[in-house]
C-alpha cells in the first residue's frame, strides 16, 4: 500500500465524452505532482474512454453488483468494469445505501465481488445528521465498517476506506478538524481489530465538500491518507486544486 496521499474523484451521474478533456488534463498534471496518487471513477459510460485519455491515473468505477454475471438487467459486474479499464470500485456511497436500500451485507458483497475479479476497493462509511446529533456517529461508523468490510487473508492491501459524513456530501459543510481527526482514529482502530496488524496501513480517505480552499487543513487532520471528492473533481481546475494542496502537503 503506497504511502502517498490518494485523491479520488467521483462524477456520480455526470459527464458525457465532452468530459474527457477535463480527464485528460487532470491526467497530464498528475505527471507532475507524483507525490500524490490520482484515480477517477468516471460513470459506466466512460470507464473505456477515459481509460484510454488517461495514462498515469487510476480509473474506477462507483458501484458494481455482486454477482459476475447473469439475468440481472441493468447491473453491470465487476469483471465487465475491470475488462473496460477500471482497476477499482468505489462501494457503499450513501447515495447508493439511500437511493437503493443498499445493507451492509450488500455492500460486503459487492465488496468482495471487487477483489474475486482482481479489483481494489474503495468502502464509504459515514452517519447522517441525526445521528451525528444523537451522538452516534462512533457507533453507526463502526457497524458499517464491520458490515461492510471484505474479509479474507490479504484482503486488507486492497482495501480503503472513505468517511463520508452524510451531512457534509454536496453541502458545503464540513465536520471540524478535530471531529475528522477524532473520527479517522475511530476508524483506524476499528481496522486493526478486524485485519490485525494490516488493518495499520489501510489509507482512510475523508469525503465530504473538500474543495480547494479547505484541502489542505482536511487532509492534515489525524489519519487522513487522502480524500475523496464529489463536485470539485468535476473540473480538471478545482481537482488540480485539491491534488496540489495533497502534494504541498507532502515532506519531501
Ligand atoms: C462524494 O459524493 O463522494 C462527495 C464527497 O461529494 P462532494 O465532494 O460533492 O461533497
Known sequence: MSNRPYIVGNWKMHGTRAMLAEARAIDRAAERLLKVEVALAPPFTLIHATRKEAELIAIGAQDVHPADGGAHTGDVSA??????????????????????????????????????????????????EEERDAGKAEAVVARQLTGSLPTGDDVAEKVTVAYEPVWAIGTGRTPTVEDVGAMHRHIREKLESIYGEAGASVRILYGGSVKPENAAELLAADEVGGALVGGASLTAESFLGIIIAAAEGEKD
Request: charge should be negative; proline fraction near 0%.
Open 79 to 128: 469483471s465487465m468494469v475491470k475488462d473496460a479499464g477500471a482497476s477499482f470500485t468505489i462501494v457503499g456511497h450513501s447515495e447508493r445505501r439511500a437511493d437503493h436500500k443498499e445493507t451492509n451485507a450488500l455492500v460486503k458483497e459487492k465488496a468482495e465481488a471487487a477483489l474475486a475479479a482482481g479489483m481494489s476497493v474503495i468502502v464509504c462509511v459515514g452517519e447522517t
